[in-house]
């Protein structure tokens, strides 16, 4: 049994050379593929076992690689082809050879010799024919300006074919040449194409005019083509109608783009679910810049919009968001609704296998968060960081847990924070510890704790980490820096990069007067200066050497010497020997000189860091949002938040110098009581100071020592000490932010022991202080203090009731010994930076004070009533 239809084939395999016939055995079935053929048959009584074969030309393939052929040799051999009688004949091979063309141009072989012969093969009924000529045709259309006019006047026969298939691609590929000459042929088959009924051709038709204006933006589209386009508006096809938006938006865009109206508004809002995803968010880009002309007007819309709002597609959902945000400027309470309800949403995307849109909403879920920093505070596990997970996306997912940080989630979050410090990649590690160090401005006292523990490690680039870490730790919280000096001991021989040596060395010229081993550290790296690269190192060592030379002279004076010395007759940078040569000649004036210079007193801390970074109103991001400006800002905070110690200008002081004074008692008949002086006002400044420090212990047993003492009264009057009872009249910002109230009285020298927590009623807190009055003839006293915080504001009890609401705080005090000038002085003190926070909290929610209750802005003074 044979199989003669396969003779054929057999017949053009012969006609190579390294092509083997054996008819011995024919075992399978001709199978021919885009790549390559092989002979076989399913009878098993004859065969023929051939080589593999291209499908398309019958060329054998070999498990070597077939010779290069020159670029001119495969031209001529493709225009052979294209003008052989017999191939042109036949439907197959001429579609073959053409895709040969096709393919041979997309390898970069040059076959614009071709240009000819393909203008002549677009002249075919054959669409897939045709569209394959049009992609060579827009190819080389400029290269070849004078033979493409050959191909118009079939490109225009085309526009009237009855097929719509054939119009349509007639008008895209005739817009696609490219060529300014050739406008005037294009715009009569574009205007009949608005008109055309079938909707594919009207969609070609209205793109095809932004094309011919993209063509030559500096000629005018004719007015009856734009009006048309307006009128297209109203299309029964929603792609039709979307490409009108694209269009008008292209040919108007030195007018501004499309005019919007109502009645275009709101007809695009209705016809919105038609759209596809893309030109859904084409349609919402356009809305923003319709303004509602009334507040029912503006609540319709957004009930129209309320279904995308929570789309499945994320880039709907973002694109009505940004719509909500800039409609509802003025309305921060509908503004506070939508993105609670985009946070689902966005949370999800946040799980996304792709890593690009994971990092997206991460992005602009930041932007959302400058805003409402409690928005996302119950989510916070879901920015746990995987560990498959790329580094960018970790340390975006702990910049957002930083941002999210409160007191209820606090020390869940250091602990995952905790162990991403060891992580195998080195900028994650320091991003999980640069993370830490934030919170700590806030929560030192556990912070300081794992950053410690951190230092035992003995790993480099951990241990430079953490050095920079502390160094911004204690610029803004000065209270920490006993804990801080007594961490570093030890620390140098494990830090080799330039950052971290910096900052050790700020450290200890800062603090050196605390750090017992300073001078022998500072030694070292004396000694080792001609090997030290960095010129920021050696800058900082001369500042930190001078610092210490100022408090330990005996230690200091002999390197120093050599320091100045090294910097001034060796060193070739001359920024370092310029800064050396002023320290020199400053020594010559005598140390009080450079006292006054280099150890001036250290100003506080803004007072930012207090009460977290302030809110920043919508408005100000919400056209930045669902645009590629989130991407493109910093992906990691900056590492030191400082330049240099001597360029910080803080504003704590001015703050409080801000703040007006408040009277310690405003009954009139209270003016000769205590805490008042005879003519009513307070006796001279007192100076506050937390050492020595009270354990728990000890404060309960002097509280309560003093109750049993006093006998109920509300002011007692024995000589040992002095228990008095105060009501102030001040935002409730105690309850919501105690951690802030902390460490703010931190920084005046107040400390707090024990608080309940947050948002607890009634809320209280315990704190002491002692007293060091400026006359020489008065003595200390310790001041022990309980603030009871019952919650209800004015607003609620009916009482004085203002538009912003205040609460009462009950301050009772116990002073022992007795000195009622300096317990003014106190309450004085206290009542500052009550009414410091509360100014920095009003501005800092300024723009969101309507959002709701809870929100509502807080006064910026303070009234206190016995």
Not at 160 to 177: C, E
Not at 252 to 280: F, M, P, S
Not at 681 to 691: G, Q, R, T, Y
């Amino acid at each position: 049994m044979g199989c003669d239809w396969l003779q054929y084939t057999f017949q053009r395999l012969e006609a190579y050379s390294d092509v083997i016939v054996n008819p011995e055995v024919l075992r399978r079935l001709l199978h021919v593929n885009t790549r390559q053929t092989t002979a076989a048959c399913v009878c098993g009584q004859c065969a023929v076992s051939v080589r593999p074969v291209c499908g398309l030309c019958l060329r054998p393939v070999c498990g070597q690689k077939m010779p290069y052929v020159s670029g001119e040799d495969t031209v001529k051999e493709l225009r052979r082809a294209l003008c052989n009688p017999n191939v042109q004949s036949d439907l197959l091979r001429y579609r073959s050879t053409i895709t040969r063309v096709i393919r041979a141009m997309s390898q970069g072989v040059d076959v614009s010799g071709l240009f000819p012969e393909m203008v002549k093969a677009c002249a075919t009924v054959d669409i897939v024919q045709k569209k394959q000529v049009y992609v060579f045709l827009c190819s080389y259309a400029a290269l070849k300006p004078d033979l493409s006019l050959l191909v118009i006047n079939t490109l225009r026969k085309d526009c009237q074919d009855a097929n719509p298939m054939v119009r349509s691609l007639a008008l895209r590929n005739m817009t696609n040449l490219r060529l300014p000459g050739l406008v005037e042929y294009v715009e009569q088959p574009l205007s009949s194409g608005l008109r055309d009924r079938a909707a594919c051709v009207r969609r070609v038709a209205v793109l095809g005019w932004a094309k011919v204006h993209n063509l030559d933006p500096g000629v005018d589209i004719d007015p009856a083509v734009v009006n048309e386009l307006y009128s297209l508006l109203r299309d029964p096809d929603p792609i039709v109608m979307v490409n009108c938006l694209r269009a008008l938006e292209e040919i108007l865009k030195d007018e501004g783009g499309v005019a919007i109206n109502k009645a275009i508004t709101h007809h695009l809002l209705y016809r919105l679910k038609e759209c596809d995803v893309w030109a859904q968010c084409d349609v919402l880009r356009v809305l923003e810049r319709y303004p509602p002309q009334t507040e029912g007007e503006l609540f319709d819309m957004l009930s129209v919009l309320d279904p995308c709002l929570v789309s499945s597609h994320a880039p709907v959902t973002a694109a009505t968001l940004r719509l909500f945000l800039c409609l509802c400027s003025s309305l921060p309470a509908v503004c506070f609704s939508a993105l609670e309800r985009v946070c689902g949403p966005l949370l999800v995307i946040c799980g996304s296998s792709s890593r690009e849109m994971r990092f997206t909403a991460l992005a602009h879920i930041q932007l959302l968060l400058q805003s409402e920093p409690g928005l996302l505070g119950a989510h916070y596990k879901r920015f746990f960081c995987g560990y498959a997970e790329p580094a960018f996306i970790k340390q975006r997912k702990m910049q957002m847990l930083v941002e999210l940080v409160n007191d209820e989630n606090a020390w869940m979050i250091l602990d995952e924070l905790r162990g991403y410090c060891t992580d195998v990649n080195a900028d994650t590690a320091q991003a999980a510890i640069s993370a830490i160090g934030r919170i700590g401005r806030s929560y030192s006292e556990k912070c300081l704790e794992i950053l410690t523990e951190l230092l035992g490690l003995k790993q480099e680039h951990v241990t430079s980490a953490v050095v920079q870490t502390l160094r911004d730790l204690v610029w803004t919280c000065p209270q920490c820096c006993d804990a801080v000096c007594s961490a570093i001991e030890g620390c140098e021989q494990a830090i080799q990069d330039a950052q971290g040596r910096q900052a050790l060395l700020w450290l200890l010229g800062e603090y050196g007067e605390c750090i017992p081993s300073a001078p022998y550290v500072l030694e070292s790296f004396i000694d080792g200066i001609r090997l030290e690269n960095s010129v920021c190192v050696k800058m900082e060592l001369l500042s930190a050497a001078v610092r210490l030379f100022v408090c330990r002279p005996a230690e200091t004076q002999d390197m120093l010497g050599r320091l100045l010395h090294y910097s001034i007759e060796e060193e070739s940078d001359m920024c370092v020997r310029d800064q050396a040569v002023l320290y020199y000649r400053l020594l010559h004036y005598g140390i009080e000189a450079v006292r006054g210079l280099v150890q001036v007193k250290r100003t506080d801390p803004d007072l930012g860091v207090l009460v977290g970074r302030p809110q920043i109103s919508v408005s100000s991001w919400a056209h930045s949002f669902n645009t590629l400006q989130p991407l493109c800002e910093a992906a990691t905070p900056a590492s030191s938040i400082r330049a240099s110690p001597q360029l910080v200008h803080t504003a704590l002081s001015r703050e409080l110098k801000a703040c007006p004074e408040e009277p310690l008692c405003t009954d009139a008949d209270q003016s000769t009581g205590p805490l008042a002086s005879a003519d009513g006002s307070l006796a001279e400044a007192v100076c506050l100071s937390v050492s020595p420090a009270i354990t728990p212990e000890k404060f309960q047993e002097l509280w309560l020592q003093n109750v049993h003492a006093d006998t109920g009264a509300p002011n007692s009057t024995e000589c040992d000490f002095l228990h008095v009872e105060k009501l102030l009249r001040c935002p409730p910002i105690l309850a919501h932010s105690p951690q802030g109230l902390k460490v703010a009285l931190q920084l005046v020298n107040i400390q707090m022991l024990a608080f309940t927590p947050a948002h607890s009623h009634p809320w209280k807190c315990y704190l002491y202080t002692h007293t060091q009055r400026s006359s020489p003839s008065t003595h200390n006293t310790l001041i022990l203090g309980q603030l009871l915080c019952s919650g209800h504001t004015d607003a609620d009890e009916g009482d004085h009731a203002t538009a912003r609401g205040t609460c009462g705080v009950k301050v009772t005090l116990m002073q022992k010994p007795r000195d009622e000038a300096a317990l003014g002085g106190f309450l004085s003190i206290l009542c500052k930076v009550l009414n410091t926070l509360t100014i920095l909290r009003e501005s800092g929610t300024e723009d969101t004070a309507d959002l709701s209750e809870r929100e509502k802005s807080l006064p910026s003074n303070l009234s206190l009533s016995c």
